[in-house]
């Protein structure tokens, strides 16, 4: 199972982060995450 276990592990790493870039490449995302950043500095 250790090399079939990390092929698996490290395929689904892979995917996670390809849908990660795509969720960010969003417009509707990338509003939420600028908002979301402006909002944590005024609080500081």
């Known amino acids: 199972m250790g ?6 592990k490290s395929g689904i790493a892979l995917k996670a982060g390809q849908m990660l870039i ?9 509003r939420k995450a600028k908002e979301l950043l402006a909002k944590a500095k005024r609080k500081r």
């Open 22 to 30: 795509r969720q960010a490449q969003k417009p509707e995302n990338q």
């Open 3 to 8: 090399f079939i276990g990390k092929a698996m």
